[in-house]
T-cell receptor, first 111, second 115 residues
């Protein structure tokens, strides 16, 4: 049973607008949440993370929000750029450095 | 800069062959992981290792084995390759310990096709 779920497999957005990616989880023991970005034929690269004791973390154009009571997090990309077109994976850590990954969201930014 | 390298970017093998996928990291990380990525299934953990000669099964270990004889090197072995093992294989490494975010650094991946 998947502990980290990403619905809406793909998202198309105009350049300059906001991209919002959502992620739900079931395990209340997760202590860190991470977002990874993956281009075709490359390995995933770390994008941004948030601790379970925070509700927001911002890094440039990327902001992650955590709603612990709802077991929900989201990634906001503002403004979206064509180089942001990639697959985004949500991941969660259970304290032993093992990560549980979601299935990924394909983002397409239209110039 | 952390560097994780994988021995091959593309590999084509025949059913029944023994396949070795090699992964090397240069940042002295204790933890190493092998995943496979399939469309619609995301990243699934096959095996991981917290130390030399130590291994633990992930979520889908069937049909695979691993070897960690040196800290920097983690090998994935397909004892008898089958067509359902056609996939993108990703190696990753990370630092251990509580208090760190557990960020994993990934290699570029090996696209394996089993005919």
């Amino acid at each position: 049973d998947q502990q980290v779920k990403q619905n809406s497999p793909s998202l198309s957005v105009q350049e300059g607008r906001i991209s919002i990616l959502n992620c739900d989880y079931t395990n209340s023991m997760f202590d860190y949440f991470l977002w990874y970005k993956k281009y075709p034929a490359e390995g995933p690269t770390f994008l941004i993370s948030i601790s379970s004791i925070k509700d927001k973390n911002e890094d440039g154009r990327f902001t992650v929000f955590l709603n612990k009571s709802a077991k929900h997090l989201s990634l906001h990309i503002v403004p979206s750029q064509p180089g942001d077109s990639a697959v985004y994976f949500c991941a969660a850590r259970e304290g032993n450095n093992r990560l549980a990954f979601g299935k990924g969201n394909q983002v397409v930014v239209i110039p | 800069d952390v560097k994780v390298t994988q021995s091959s970017r593309y590999l084509v093998k025949r059913t029944g062959e023994k396949v070795f996928l090699e992964c090397v990291q240069d940042m002295d990380h204790e933890n190493m992981f092998w995943y496979r990525q399939d469309p619609g299934l995301g990243l699934r953990l096959i095996y991981f290792s917290y130390d030399v000669k130590m291994k633990e099964k992930g979520d889908i270990p069937e049909g695979y084995s691993v070897s960690r004889e040196k800290k920097e090197r983690f090998s994935l072995i397909l004892e008898s390759a089958s067509t359902n093992q056609t996939s993108m294989y990703l190696c990753a490494s990370s630092l251990p310990g509580q208090g760190k975010i557990g960020e994993q650094f990934f290699g570029p991946g090996t696209r394996l096709t089993v005919l």
